[in-house]
């Protein structure tokens, strides 16, 4: 058997039934093998389209996303998505290969080194006969290292005959780390056990690690407040005390309970500069952070106490201490004075509605989404100005059914990513909220979604500029015009794609979007026009 049909063979024997790839010579033979097994080949548009396809897969379907390109400038095409997946550490394997051994061929580049820049690991198929055991290698790091992998598979090995190989061997995630002894957790108690006004904040890392119960028992048990990250977001849903997203995107009632809190106990949170407010929200407040990765310790804000952990170990773990203390319920002024104030509160509280004439208050367009959409749906967001009045306004079921496409801070990879979630086939409608930008970055995938059939809703978020730097021109004195662009009618052209569109200026035409969702066969483009004059963000 050829190189080339025991790749095909290998990458289904680990349970991959998805390749995200474009075809060029290094995968022109394996691609049509691993289909023709059987496999699904989404073929896409562009190289940066199918690694940020692989990671939408990867985070939302909780397996090994797989994208395939070939050689040269194929590979360099896809930095930018490999950079967003390393830096979001998602579990992406990326097979290229090597151009032909020839010294003068014009597509030779160093993969390894440009694959570590990106923060991805590296690994290449040696000889025909290692094959497997090279693919077997790269997958126990994707899982291991919790990143991407580049699996460079030289073209000159493709055709030669794969002899013997080893067994396929599946990864084995690691284990959570032991939950803190007492002595560790010593400090951090003695922080809780002082505060009068508690809050306990999870981020994603407390979302993965299945901490939510843990930590509503230790909210309960020392009268905190509940909040959470972006990436955390209804993690609380429904608990009396939940501020919702702690942080630049905090509502009224949340803004004041952090700033009345007097100690913060995080949890699997990285205590960003969003969330800390470059500091100035933990000024003068009492931080115990516990985190498995010991070097985010102190990397955005000063921490009292640090605790090496997992989340929900860890909770559990002070719980147990805090019960053997006699500690069962305390600081019930504060989490009674918690609960009546988020009672009386609705995210409409805090809008002054900005729609005009021919353009509506995107926090209004996305509360109507919110109710219009069923309950259970995925959202995968793009980064850009819009995401002030999407992200505190449209909910999800789970905190893991909802992703941003930004930890390189690229606008523009969100759609990609929301194609490779639908083709997670997840069972939840897949909407992905973009940028009028980032949309025409990458408006040749949206043809992907269209070939392959899949119920995507796509909202762009229009305002006709590149939002943030719209503001920040007027803001230096210079005509905003620049950012500025007069794109083509976005509905026509999705039409003409073969996909179905709406163009919403006001915030009621958004309920064709729930009318029309239940008999998607394929994407639906929803244009909502905003004013670029209406800023939201704080600069």
């Known amino acids: ?11 289904a024997a680990h349970g991959v039934d998805t390749v995200f790839g474009l075809m060029g010579n290094a995968n022109l033979l394996y691609l049509p093998a691993f289909a ?19 990671d939408g897969y990867a985070r939302m379907s909780g397996s090994i996303g797989v994208a395939s390109v070939t050689h040269g400038p194929a590979f360099t095409n896809t930095l930018t998505s490999l950079v967003e997946a390393a830096r979001s550490h998602s579990r992406v394997l990326l097979v290229t290969g090597d151009p032909p051994p020839l010294p003068t061929h014009f597509h030779h580049f160093d993969i390894a080194t440009v694959a570590a820049t990106a923060g991805a690991g590296y690994e290449r198929v040696h000889e025909p006969a290692s094959l497997v055991a090279d693919l077997n290698r790269s997958m126990q790091r994707i899982v291991a290292e919790r ?3 580049v699996l460079n598979v030289p073209i000159g090995l493709m055709q030669a005959e794969a002899g013997e190989q080893a067994p396929i061997a599946l990864p084995v995630a690691p284990g959570p780390l032991a939950a803190p002894g007492v002595e560790a957790l010593d400090g951090a108690l003695g922080l809780v056990d002082s505060a009068k006004r508690p809050l306990v904040l999870a981020g994603y890392g407390a979302v993965v690690s299945g901490a939510r119960d843990a930590l509503v028992e230790l909210a309960d048990r020392i009268g905190a407040a509940l909040a959470t990250t972006v990436l955390g977001k209804e993690l609380f849903a429904g608990h009396p005390r939940d501020i919702g997203v702690f942080g630049s995107l905090a509502h009224s009632v949340a803004g004041a309970v952090i700033a009345e ?4 106990v995080a949890f699997g949170a990285s205590l960003n500069m969003w969330t800390a407010l470059n500091g100035d929200l933990f000024r ?7 985190d498995t990765d010991p070097a985010r310790f102190g990397s955005y804000t000063p921490v009292d106490e640090p605790v090496a952990g997992d989340a929900r170990r860890t909770a559990e773990a002070m719980n147990t201490l805090l019960e053997q203390g006699g500690v069962s319920s305390t600081n019930g002024t504060w989490a009674e004075r918690v609960a009546k104030a988020l009672a009386g509160h609705s995210p409409q509280d805090d809008i002054d509605d900005h729609s005009g004439p021919d353009t509506v208050d995107i926090r209004t367009a996305t509360i109507r989404l919110d109710r219009v959409l069923p309950a259970e749906r995925t959202i995968v967001s793009d980064i850009g100005r819009f995401d002030v009045g999407v992200w505190p306004y449209l909910r999800v079921a789970d905190p893991m059914h909802f992703t941003v496409m930004g930890g390189f801070g690229s606008i523009g990879l969100g759609l990609a990513g929301a194609i490779g979630a639908a083709a997670a086939d997840t069972g939840r409608p897949v909407v992905a909220t973009v940028g ?32 943030a730097e719209h503001y920040k021109l007027r803001n230096h004195g210079y005509d905003p015009a620049y950012s500025a662009f007069a794109w083509p009618d976005l509905a026509g052209l999705a039409t003409a794609m073969g996909a179905r569109a709406l163009t919403v200026r006001k915030a009621d035409e958004l309920d064709a979007v729930g009318e029309l969702l239940p008999v998607l066969d394929g994407p639906l483009l929803v244009d909502v026009r905003l004013d670029p004059d209406v800023n939201l963000v704080r600069y």
Do not use: I, Q, W
């Not at 023709?36 to 692989?54: I, K, P, Q, S």
């Not at 809190?261 to 913060?264: E, K, L, N, T």
């Not at 980032?438 to 995938?445: C, K, N, P, W």
């Open 147 to 149: 990143r991407p992998v």
């Open 1 to 11: 058997m050829k190189v080339f049909h025991t790749l095909a063979g290998a990458l």
């Open 261 to 264: 809190s007097d100690c913060v």
């Open 284 to 290: 003068g407040k009492k931080v115990v952070h516990v």
């Open 36 to 54: 023709e097994a059987g496999g699904r080949l989404v073929a896409v548009t562009h190289e940066a389209g199918a690694v940020a396809m692989a």
């Open 436 to 467: 009028d930008g980032g949309f025409m970055m990458h408006l040749s995938e949206f043809t992907t979604a269209v070939r392959h059939r899949l119920p995507l809703v796509v909202v762009v978020l229009n305002d006709g500029a590149y939002g």
